[in-house]
């Protein structure tokens, strides 16, 4: 039997708040408390898998301390309907990654220019040395 794809509206929402939720810091077991909940829904509701009810989501923008409408933000700019088999841009899907996160959180808390120009270019060699093996 063929899996169900989330619909890109409820992936959209789910995104948002694991963003929100990692940008402050909070595991999914601490929101999943706040809520009542398991992490494992949590992580459903973050997929996409299971959506979010209304009031549900009231009580998420409340804990992470947003408005309701920003876990539609860009939704109208992405159409976010992409045709089948459609990807995320990958730069968004870089930073909606546990990895991408951090290291943009921790990138934007360097405050020489000079020190950000340098890792730029310190990852932009690594890279370039990952291609060449």
């Known amino acids: ?25 909070m595991s999914q077991e601490r929101l999943g408390e706040l809520l009542g909940l398991t992490f494992q829904q949590i992580q459903k509701y973050e997929k ?5 009810g209304a009031g549900r989501l009231y009580q998420i923008a409340q804990i992470l301390g947003v408005p309701i409408d920003y876990f539609y933000e860009g ?14 841009p990958p730069v968004a899907e870089f930073l909606s990654s546990a990895e991408g996160l951090q290291l943009a959180m921790a990138f934007m808390q360097i405050k020489s220019a000079k020190l ?14 990952e291609k060449e093996t």
Do not use: C, H, Y
């Not at 039997?1 to 694991?18: A, H, I």
């Open 1 to 25: 039997m063929p899996q169900k794809k989330p619909n890109p509206v409820d992936s959209q929402v789910g995104n948002r708040v694991r963003v929100r939720r990692m940008l402050l810091g």
């Open 48 to 52: 996409g898998t299971n959506r979010i």
């Open 75 to 88: 939704a109208e700019a992405r159409n976010v309907s992409p045709p089948t088999g459609a990807a995320s």
């Open 116 to 129: 950000r120009r340098r890792v730029v270019d310190l990852v932009r060699t690594m890279a370039d040395e």
